[in-house]
């Protein structure tokens, strides 16, 4: 069983930054991709971010330049720093994890709870 818990969402002014964090934890060894998604309010759920075991990252053109994504393969945790936020970063974020590798099996993907963010102008 693998569990995501983000953390890190709130509300901050356009041009701000926020931090969103998501530690895996369960019973795997590990995990190929991590990576943020998004979903705005009547919007359907759309990518941001991942980032391989290896470091290799991909970003969508929006935050391009301004998110960034790491990880920490020691703790199993993905984070995305969000410099100069603009009110349509709106939404609810959500960390996903790719290829979760167990003694048993592989788990294709698994999703988080989301945490909210919200840009104010």
């Known amino acids: 069983q693998v569990q995501l818990v983000e953390s890190g969402g709130g509300l901050v002014q356009a041009g701000g930054s926020l931090r969103l964090s998501c530690a895996a934890s369960?019973?795997?060894?590990?995990?190929?991709?991590l990576g943020w998604y998004r979903q705005a309010p009547g919007k359907q759920r759309e990518f941001v971010a991942t980032?391989?075991?290896?470091?290799?990252?991909t970003y969508a053109d929006p935050v391009n330049g301004r998110f960034t994504i790491s990880r920490d393969n020691a703790v199993n945790t993905v984070y995305l720093q969000m410099n100069s936020l603009k009110p349509e970063d709106t939404a609810v974020y959500y960390c996903s994890a790719e290829g979760i590798f167990t003694t048993s099996t592989i788990i294709p993907s698994y999703w988080g709870q989301g945490t909210q963010v919200t840009v104010s102008s």
């Open positions: 369960g019973s795997f060894f590990s995990i190929n991709r």
């Open positions: 980032i391989t075991s290896g470091g290799t990252t």
